[in-house]
């Protein structure tokens, strides 16, 4: 809850920023503008909106509501979250470096290496969990620091505060990718980030009903480079699916409140259980970086991963699980349940996989909002077959 009247709290303004009532119907819903184009009364003369490209009522309701979120001065919405991560990119140039962690989800790498690369960017991997590695790699050609804090699968975390100061003093964007924790549980402008991206296919939607992905900035010039990439390139979010997040984030604060009980219930029990080797969870006190995570999250959500020993026993577990379905993606209401090293993470090679720990025997979960006790069951069971 808010404590300052001049400030609504999060839950407040994911109910109400851009979600006003319809000015002309006293709707309560955003209406899905569904159009093309815009009827103009006469040449140069409409009503702020001329082709949907460029801009749809819908898309600009949430884009309001997912800046307010973030704490960012505006947000640019597109067709899924590497579609906004690679509108992020071309804002920058051939001969532009990016120092990026080395524990990405499996699809930014293969961006950056298999197509931007051609075009001559260049990357650079380390290990962003120490703020040092960042200032080492930093060139004179370095324009943007990318990091994903928790990390996709193995939930290490970066320190936003420190890598921001550096990026601030070497005069370099800091992007964070904000979607395991989504903007209830972290901050990451706040902390000195200059813009943050999304999946919103995950817990902003929170539904596994759309794809979706957002750019929120901090300034104007930002905003209006990646305002001109809509329009340019076109991966916009359409406005049946602004509408699904829109919808969505209606309900995100209790939806991450409840992810975050049952993400630490299973997180305990998978810690307790003899089958599996290791549990990778920041909220839990033998994670290395569980301080870090006190101060800098406000939660621990409900990405996990664990360590069931070898590919042969991920296969059987994952073959028997009921409750929890083996798919793609997180941040549904319903639990999932992946092997990263075969699905999220596949396209990374396995020597670079097994650099950073990214294991055979790994397997991915994203807990749900079901009933506890049937996803523990369920899980339970899996791993008897091991
Ligand atoms: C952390 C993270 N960032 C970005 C993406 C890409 O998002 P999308 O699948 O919406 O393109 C994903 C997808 O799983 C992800 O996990």
């Known amino acids: 809850m808010s404590k300052d009247k001049q400030h609504p709290g999060f839950a407040t303004r994911a109910i109400h920023v851009g979600q006003q009532p319809d000015p002309e119907t006293g709707a309560i819903g955003v209406p899905i503008h569904p159009t093309s184009t815009y009827v103009q009364q006469e040449l140069g003369k409409n009503k702020g909106y001329e082709y949907s490209r460029v801009s749809n009522p819908t898309r600009t309701r949430l884009e309001e509501n997912l800046a307010a979120l973030e704490g960012g001065t ?7 979250g590497m579609a906004a991560i690679n509108a992020l990119t071309t804002m920058y140039k051939s001969g532009d470096h990016v120092v990026c962690g080395n524990d990405l989800y499996g699809g930014v790498p293969r961006l950056f290496n ?15 969990a120490d703020a040092r590695n960042v200032d080492r790699a930093i060139r004179k050609n370095t324009r943007m620091v990318y990091v994903e804090t928790p ?14 100061q550096i990026c601030r003093r070497r005069k370099v964007e800091l992007v964070v990718d904000n979607t395991f924790m989504s903007p209830y549980f972290q901050q990451p402008i706040a902390l000195g980030a200059s813009m943050v991206v999304h999946s919103t296919t995950k817990f902003l939607n929170g539904h596994s009903d759309g794809l979706g992905g957002v750019v929120v900035c901090t300034t104007q010039q930002q905003a209006e480079k990646l305002a001109f990439v809509q329009k340019a390139a076109g991966a916009i979010l359409s406005p049946f699916e602004c509408w699904l997040v829109l919808r969505g984030v209606k309900t995100l604060a209790v939806r991450m409140e409840q992810h975050d009980r049952n993400g630490r219930f299973i997180a305990e029990f998978l810690t307790r259980h003899k089958k599996v080797k290791k549990v990778f969870y920041p909220g839990l006190h033998e994670h290395p970086q569980h301080e870090l995570a006190l101060r800098q999250m406000s939660g621990f959500g409900s990405m996990i991963t664990f360590e069931t020993g070898s590919l042969s026993n991920a296969k059987k577990m994952l073959k028997k699980v009921r409750v929890c379905s083996l798919a793609e993606s997180l941040g549904g209401v319903e639990t999932l349940i992946s092997h ?10 396995r020597a670079e996989r097994e650099k950073v720990g990214l294991t055979d025997g790994l397997v991915r979960i994203s807990v749900g909002i ?3 006790d049937d996803i523990q069951n369920d899980l339970e069971h899996a791993l008897a077959t091991i």
Request: aromatic share 8%; no cysteine.
């Open 340 to 349: 990263p090293a075969t699905m999220t993470h596949a396209s990374v090679p």
């Open 151 to 164: 990390t996709n699968p193995l939930m290490s975390l970066s320190d936003i505060e420190a890598i921001g």
């Open 370 to 372: 079901e009933d506890l």
């Open 114 to 128: 298999q197509v931007l690369a051609n075009y001559g960017m260049e990357f650079t991997y380390v290990d962003t």
């Open 74 to 80: 505006s947000a640019r919405v597109f067709a899924s």
